[in-house]
């Protein structure tokens, strides 16, 4: 059912919580691809710093050391996952996370977005958004959203 699986992770535990869940399914459906994903926005500096305070700062080489960053941590998760023979690929893309991503899924038509949630409520979900719940109203692929370990049950 499902060929192509892609995995959003943040470098965080938090969105590698969705591992189990990954594992499981890739070998319980035969998948044959799985594409790990990490989204990095671009550095931006606001106009009003002054350009004497950041004039060491190259965005292009921060941008650039942020990517390189981003697949040495990939690179890393892949040797960490047993999926039953699918091909793993790392990608890095540049960007708004939940445009990018949401993006990725259909440019490389992918069947299942398996992605972690903290899932907040209320103010602070409005405060530090949910990339999760953006990804699941942009998405025309099956969104799996794996809530995060210590979960409390209620609605809030």
Not at 3 to 24: R, Y
Not at 86 to 111: F, H, R, S, W
């Amino acid at each position: 059912m499902y060929a192509k699986i892609m995995v959003p992770l943040d470098g965080s535990e938090l969105a590698e919580c969705v591992f189990p869940h990954l594992e499981t399914i890739a070998k319980g459906c035969g998948v044959k691809n799985v594409s790990l994903v990490r989204a990095v926005e671009p550095f931006y500096v606001p106009q009003y710093v002054y350009a004497s305070v950041v004039s060491a700062i190259s965005s292009k080489e921060v941008d650039a050391e942020n990517q390189a960053q981003a697949k040495k941590y990939l690179d890393g998760v892949v040797s960490r996952l047993n999926l039953n023979g699918a091909q793993i690929k790392t990608e890095v893309i540049m960007g708004k996370p939940a445009e990018v991503l949401a993006d990725y899924a259909a440019k490389n038509k992918v069947d299942l977005i398996i992605i972690a949630t903290h899932g907040r409520s209320g103010v602070s979900r409005w405060v530090w958004g949910s990339v999760a719940d953006r990804i699941l109203r942009a998405a025309c692929a099956a969104v799996f959203m794996v809530r995060s370990p210590g979960c409390v049950p209620g609605i809030k």
